[in-house]
Every structure is written in C-alpha cells, then in structure tokens.
C-alpha cells in the first residue's frame, strides 16, 4: 500500500509543474504571435519608421542632406531591425500582461493590489523615457554634435550606426526613468530607508554621472541629459517612500488605538 502511495506521489507532483509549463508555454506563444502580427501590420511603413527616427538629426543637417550606407544589406536591416524593435516596444502591455496572468494566481490579495499599479506606472515611465530620449535629449545632443564639429566635416551618417546609437539612448532613458519604481520598492520592501536613501545623496548623484558616462556618447552635454533626471527621478522615488512610510505609521497608530 505504501508502495503504491510512493508511485503516486511523483506523478502527483509533476501534474502541477507540467500544467505551469504548458500555461508558460502558451503565454510565451501567445506574446510571440501578438509581436509578429504588430511587426507584419508595420513592416510596410519600415522606411518611414525609420525617416521619424532619423527626423532629430536630418532636421539639423543642411538641407539636401542625407544619410548613406556603409553596408550592402544597411538599406534592408536597418529599418527592418527598428520595425522589430518598434513591435515589441508596442507590444509590452500584452506581454506583461501576459506575464502577470501567469503570476497572479501564486500572489495573495494585497500583493495584487500593489502589483498591478506598478506594472502599469513602470510601463508607462518606460515610455516617458523613450519619449523624453526623442523630443528633448535628440534634438539638444544632435544639435551640439553637429555644430562643434569643424566645417570642413561633412555629417553623413551609416543608417545602421545611427539606428545602434538611438537604439542605445532610447533603452537607457527608458530604464532610467524605472528609477522611482525601483526606489520605492527598496522602501516598501523594507530592504532601506527612506533616511539611509536621503543621507547617500551625494553618491546618488555620483553614480548618477557615472551612469550617464557610461550609457552615453562621452560628452559633457549627453551625460548631463540622462544624469539629471535619474537624480529628480531618484528624488520622486523618495517622496512616494516617505508617503507610504505615513500612510503604514498611520494606520499602526489606528490599529494601537483599536
């Protein structure tokens, strides 16, 4: 009898951990599909995706301008490289929402009630970063290359080399500006302080610096534009933590009073 307990018992726990992979399995596919619909419906436009990426840097050069390839297949890959990049940036809600259907049935209540308003603001912060990164960071950084360069220098960019370095300022500022999710979390979590966070100030802001060094071209100008808003960012983390902090005292002191 226990022999037969014993054999079922393995079986028993594999059920659950196949049903999770099956279910992984088929959110992955169903994420998978959802970004190719997106690509195939933009592939047509990839050149004009490609010109409103361009459009910071061409509207600075002098007219007639244009930019040229370096590489046999830079015309085919480039914009088809940035079409792929631009169906999954448009397709993150569906994906973490995918994500989150699968991890919501382990969390309890109260985690789903902080869960979700995360998600959905670190979403959106993403987004303020990459739109931050094209209207303001582009035209001031492609206005400061192009004008500190000698004048006997011709700016003609290789499409690929450009799309790598937008590509590049677009993820960094799309990241820095998760900077109050993160903050806020170290803070909820109880992991810091909000006290310890404000006393390390000075190493914020020098990390800061650092990062904009080294996620940036190596200029003044380029680090400043990411170094400045990850500090104001890091600052907007610590209100949302010293709010927090009142709410949780406030509520201990009902409960004491209870």
């Not at 940035?82 to 382990?106: D, K, N, Y």
């Not at 985690?111 to 990459?130: D, H, N, Q, T």
């Not at 940036?216 to 983390?237: C, F, I, N, R």
Request: aromatic content about 12%; overall charge negative; charged content about 15%.
């Amino acid at each position: 009898m226990s022999h037969s307990d014993d054999s079922r018992n393995p079986g028993q726990a594999q059920a659950p951990l196949i049903e999770h992979l099956v279910e992984l399995r088929s959110r992955l596919l169903r994420a998978v599909l959802v970004i190719l619909v997106i690509f195939l419906g933009l592939y047509a436009f990839a050149n004009e995706i490609y010109a409103f990426v361009a459009q910071p840097l061409m509207a600075l050069l002098p007219e007639g301008s244009q930019m040229i390839a370096t590489e046999v297949a830079s015309p085919f890959l480039a914009p088809f490289k940035l079409t792929l990049v631009v169906a999954v940036f448009i397709a993150v809600p569906f994906v973490l929402h995918q994500a989150w259907a699968f991890v919501a049935p382990g969390l309890y209540d109260n985690e789903k009630a902080l869960a979700l308003p995360l998600l959905a603001s670190s979403v959106v912060l993403f987004y303020a970063g990459a739109a931050f990164a094209y209207y303001v960071v582009f035209p001031l950084l492609f206005q400061f290359f192009t004008q500190t360069g000698p004048e006997q220098v011709a700016v003609m960019t290789d499409i690929n080399q450009y799309l790598n370095f937008v590509l590049k300022l677009f993820f960094a500022f799309g990241v820095a500006f998760e900077i109050p999710i993160a903050t806020f979390l170290l803070v909820l979590t109880g992991a810091t302080t909000v006290e310890s966070l404000s006393r390390k100030r000075p190493y914020v802001i020098l990390g800061c610096f650092v990062v904009g060094m080294l996620m940036t071209p190596p200029d003044v100008v380029s680090q400043s534009l990411l170094a400045v808003p990850m500090y104001l960012l890091y600052e907007v983390g610590l209100l949302f933590g010293r709010l927090v902090r009142r709410k949780r005292d406030a509520e201990a002191a009902d409960e004491d009073e209870a």
